[in-house]
């Protein structure tokens, strides 16, 4: 939902970029007089030549909506290659970009988390708010425990210049 109590799908499957779309609340469907299909993220070429960008998540926090994606590889156990990123606007369309001021419309995207040695492929997050709390809800593969998939919450740290961070 955006400030002005409008509402809004985003989605995306891995290999076309993330979209979204106003929808009427009352029935669910998209906005009637409104078919505009808005493009939020994409990335031309990521690992194995895919554009692997999927899992889009958007909230907002002060004067600015944080759109969060997953990148790379899921569903492959330890050998996931997924890992979550995010970009920021001032308008819900976008354009998003990157702490670096990348579009997110040209494979841009800030790192949240990441994996380690043993939880890879962080990804397909959540933002739970609790009070004034963040929290990144996500799955992981554990090494230590055969590659099962595993839930994850990991508190959001925000930067002095309002990016989100996430430690496993």
Not at 84 to 95: F, L
Request: aromatic share 14%.
């Amino acid at each position: 939902m955006d400030r002005n109590g409008g509402y809004w799908l985003a989605w995306g499957s891995f290999w076309d970029g993330i979209k979204m779309a106003r929808i009427d609340p009352a029935t669910g469907k998209r906005f009637e007089g409104d078919s505009k299909i808005h493009s939020l993220a994409w990335r031309p070429v990521a690992r194995g030549g895919a554009s692997a960008i999927e899992a889009p998540f958007i909230i907002s926090r002060g004067e600015w909506y944080y759109l969060f994606v997953s990148f790379d590889l899921c569903c492959r156990g330890v050998d996931s290659t997924y890992y979550v990123v995010c970009g920021r606007s001032k308008d819900i369309t976008g354009p998003y970009v990157d702490v670096n001021g990348r579009g997110l419309m040209e494979g841009g995207g800030s790192i949240v988390i990441q994996g380690d040695a043993r939880f890879h492929g962080t990804g397909h997050n959540a933002v739970l708010r609790d009070g004034a709390r963040d929290w990144l809800v996500y799955h992981a593969y554990d090494a230590q425990n055969a590659g099962v998939a595993t839930l994850r919450i990991s508190p959001i740290y925000w930067t002095p210049d309002q990016w989100p961070r996430a430690q496993l």
